[in-house]
Structures are given as structure tokens and as C-alpha cells.
Nanobody, 115 residues
Framework: QVQLVESGGGLVQAGGSLRLTCAASRSIFGADRMAWFRQAPGKNRELVAGIPSSGITNVADSVKGRFTISTDNAKNTIYLQMNGLKPEDTAVYYC?????????WGKGTLVTVSS
């Protein structure tokens, strides 16, 4: 089992920045994939950005050029740097880990972007 704990969410004005942090309870080195998802009210959960074991990051078109995912293996931590935030980025953001076919989720952190 892996526990994932997100932090860093909050209320920010449009155009602002936030950095989300996900702390894992054990090593993330070599995981099949680490990722951030989000779920807006009334919408399905969607992939925001991911880092598979190849290390080649992928980012959703809707946030490309504004959001960056990164990891710190020494700290077992995953980050999501969000710049140029828009009201449509308002959602609960979830940390996700896939390893050996098992999927783990954090409880999420709320990001609210005001116009």
C-alpha cells in the first residue's frame, strides 16, 4: 500500500500560480507512472500531467505551456507547478501512482481560481 497526500491547493486569482505537492509514503523511484488528475464539479476526472517510467512527461493540451509536473525521488514527492491559472482550472486535484498494476490515489486538494 502507498499513501499519497496532496497539499498546496487554495484560492487564487486568474493569472496567478500555485504549486501542488504530493508526498508518497514510500519510494516512487521506478513507479510505472506518477500523475496528477483533476475533477471539476459535474465533470469526469481527467489526466492533467503524468510521468511514466520512461521519464518523458505528458501534459494535457488544456494546460500545456502553463503546468509542469516534476518529481523528487529523494523526497518521494511529486509536484505540479501551475502558472497562468484560469477559472476553468478550478477543480479538485488528485495525485495518482500506478505500480505493478496497482493504482493508488490521494484524497485530493481543491484549487479555486477566481476571475
Amino acid at each position: 500500500q502507498v499513501q499519497l497526500v496532496e497539499s498546496g491547493g487554495g484560492l487564487v486569482q486568474a493569472g496567478g500560480s500555485l504549486r501542488l505537492t504530493c508526498a508518497a509514503s514510500r519510494s516512487i523511484f521506478g513507479a510505472d507512472r506518477m500523475a496528477w488528475f483533476r475533477q471539476a464539479p459535474g465533470k469526469n476526472r481527467e489526466l492533467v500531467a503524468g510521468i511514466p517510467s520512461s521519464g518523458i512527461t505528458n501534459v494535457a493540451d488544456s494546460v500545456k505551456g502553463r503546468f509542469t509536473i516534476s518529481t523528487d525521488n529523494a523526497k518521494n514527492t511529486i509536484y505540479l507547478q501551475m502558472n497562468g491559472l484560469k477559472p476553468e482550472d478550478t477543480a479538485v486535484y488528485y495525485c495518482n501512482m500506478v505500480n505493478y498494476g496497482m493504482v493508488f490515489w490521494g484524497k485530493g486538494t481543491l484549487v479555486t481560481v477566481s476571475s
